[in-house]
């Protein structure tokens, strides 16, 4: 009987250590699974940035620069300044719109866009040097910007003629006032792009230039093709604003770039026309 104790004791410490063992193996499985959520969820950029926005970074265009005329000093500077302010609005706009979207939503409605404005305020800059003075090439470069998670500011416009503010004041995070017009009711499927034509209300273009002409008529063409696929590729998606923050707008900084290029084309060894830029607003044609 005394020998049989301790075998019993024995039998009985082994069941109790395998149930330990048991639970500590699924304690350690469970905090696995919930490690692996956890990095999952942080593993993509831009779901970071809707839980903080961060800021943009954009490469700095006034030390690319060559030497500016004095005639085209106003006009470079002017558009220096867009390009900080297109900036600063796309920092509102990524504290306004904490949230939204899907996991593209930041490239789409803001990054996107932003590279659109700043291709045509950079190709406005080269335009005023190329009056008086060669045209400087290669600046197109310079217009793709970065989400810089850290929240601090990377390679960001700054110095002569362009400010350095980029962060945007953390008290302004209200969101925007409804915008009138076309995407109020959001993307609903409904409609399509319509937008003024440019060809008619071009003068007699010259023959060096018609290859360049009809190439940017024929990028408007598809510009507006592209615009109308994304109405239907994002039907129900987005608030009240969508469909012109994310469609309509940069449809129109696109058509400002390629109708300011066909007016430099034809610049270049004719009168200039101008007011184009008035045909490059579209709207949405239900």
């Known amino acids: 009987m005394s020998r049989a104790l301790p075998k019993y004791n024995k039998r009985r410490v082994g069941f109790i250590g395998g149930a330990a063992a048991v639970a500590l193996t699924g304690a350690v499985i469970a905090g696995t699974a919930l490690a692996g959520e ?4 942080g593993g993509d950029a831009n779901a970071r940035t809707l839980a903080g926005p961060g800021t943009v970074s954009c490469p700095q265009v006034a030390p690319e620069l060559p030497a500016v ?16 302010q297109q900036i600063a609005e796309a ?9 939204q979207g899907g996991p593209n939503f930041v490239q789409n409605a803001i990054l996107g866009p932003l590279e659109d404005k700043r291709v045509a305020a950079i190709n ?5 040097i190329g009056r008086t003075a060669e045209r400087p090439s290669g600046l197109d470069a310079l217009a793709p910007c970065t989400l810089d998670t850290e929240g601090t500011a990377g390679q960001d416009d700054a110095g002569a003629g362009e400010g350095t503010a980029t962060t945007p004041p953390a008290q302004e995070t209200a969101a925007p006032p409804a915008e009138e ?13 319509s937008c003024p034509q440019v060809a008619p209300e071009l003068p007699a273009v010259p023959a060096s230039a018609r290859a360049e002409v009809e190439r940017n008529l024929g990028d408007l063409d598809q510009q507006i093709a592209e615009a109308n696929k ?3 590729d994002t039907v129900g998606q987005g608030g009240p604003n969508f469909v012109q923050n994310a469609i309509l707008g940069p449809l129109e900084d696109k058509r400002v770039a390629a ?5 430099t084309a034809i610049g270049r060894t004719a009168e200039r026309p101008s007011g184009l830029d008035s045909l490059a607003a579209c709207t949405l044609t239900k």
């Open 38 to 41: 956890s990095s999952g969820d």
């Open 69 to 84: 005329p004095a005639s085209a000093r106003a006009e470079v500077e002017r558009n220096l300044g867009d390009l900080d």
């Open 91 to 99: 920092n509102k706009r990524l504290v306004d719109t904490v949230g």
């Open 124 to 128: 406005r800059i080269a335009t005023a």
């Open 181 to 193: 017009g076309a995407g109020q009711a959001g993307n609903t499927g409904a409609g399509t792009v």
């Open 230 to 232: 994304r109405l239907v």
């Open 259 to 263: 109708i300011n290029r066909i007016a």
